[in-house]
């Protein structure tokens, strides 16, 4: 069925702007069937029940507002941790930046390279779970993405990486739009860390395909931040054998919109996923609309998921919260756990969730929570007290707030740097 005539229009306007990439056989291939997907969809509009909390408009539309480049001394999230830089600037590979791609464990190409041969494993990962994932619910963006996207990574772990494989994203373009697609394979066995940072664009679009072999584990640590006025719309798609591990953690700061979709499958039993986030949005100076759009299917039995996700709003920023556990016949003796929980910090900050549950197994532990609310006055009153400031006592407590969601990230040496960027958001957002 085709989207509706005013959906056709936007998308028509928005695919003059941009051209299919070449590359072999199998990826015009990939890149033909996402077009036709997304063809048929339309791009996404405010009465598609996914977007009703989140407006598409800028996403969608052919020219790019202008994001104004944001200058700061403070040092890039990762800098003092051992890591192979892959460095990409508006979108498109820097290969003095970065260090070389080689590295024990794993092996990494840039994806252009990858599209261009003929025979490549990534013909198996890309465009493949991203079609899975437009099932139930249609991501447009998604499928744009792989249309069109212009530049990425390839990343296959063999073995136990070294290193954690670092994407950093530079802004230098003030119309800049950026659209990027990597795609991770983690072998039986193997283990890979990626981290990602850095603003990209001033319209930024990402989709990263993981998929997780039996017993492989996969994690990512991912700081976006820095520019006021960006505007991103990221996905990430993974899919779980047997015993595999999947954990993923995003820290938000700044940005006019930044909407991240989540979308995972468990295929093989006892598989372990974790998807959480944190966000600190500020609109006093620049608006601050943050969306974490999550969906984890489990297909199979014995398999953990939790989703942890954690705002604290303040001056009119707004959040978005949209999670669901899909639970299908076969996959008795699920574990599922999804937690959104928002702090506002004054009375015109919004927050906004939708927590699902769907469930067609009868032995299940699946449960979910959202909560909204402000600093609690006894323990702001208590510190206060022991002769803490308000300021600092407030910036305590927020910590606190965050802190579950922060425990998620895999890795102490990972987990402080996040801290730290934490800490100096509230520092310089200090009354």
Known sequence: MAAPAVKQDV??????????????????????????????????????????????????????????????????????????????VDGVFDAEASDDLSMEGVEVERLSDALGRDIHWARDVYGVLEARGQTPVERPLAALNTAYATDGVAIRATGKATKPISLIYLHRSETSDAILHHVVKVEEGAEVTVLENGPAAARFSKVMEVEVADSGAFHHVRAQGRDHERRAATHMFARLGRESVYKSFSLTVNGVLTRNEQVVEFTGESGVAHVAGAALGDGDKNAFHQDDTVFVTHDAPDCESRQVFKKVLRNGAVGVFQGKILVKPDAQRTDGYQLSQSL???????????????????????????????????????????????????????????AEAIEEIEGDALRDDILTRLQGWLDRHSG
């Not at 003059?16 to 791009?43: I, K, N, V």
């Not at 197994?361 to 609310?373: E, N």
């Not at 323990?379 to 600092?392: C, I, Q, T």
């Open 344 to 402: 506002l910090l004054d009375d015109d900050s919004i927050f906004q969730a939708k927590p699902e549950l769907e469930i067609y197994a009868d032995d299940v532990q699946c449960s979910h929570g959202s909560t909204t609310g402000a600093i609690d006055e006894e323990a702001l009153f208590y510190l206060r007290s022991r002769g803490v400031p308000e300021g600092p006592a407030t910036d305590l407590l927020v910590l606190a707030f965050l």
């Open 11 to 88: 998308l028509s306007a928005r695919l003059d702007a941009l051209s299919l990439p070449d590359g072999a056989a199998w990826a015009r291939e990939a890149r033909d069937g996402a077009l036709s997907r997304l063809t048929a969809m339309g791009l996404p509009g405010k009465r598609d029940e996914y977007w009703k909390y989140t407006d598409p408009t800028t996403l969608n539309q052919p020219e790019v507002t202008r994001a104004a480049l944001f200058k700061t001394d403070e040092s890039m999230p990762f800098s003092d941790i051992d890591r192979l830089k892959i460095v990409f």
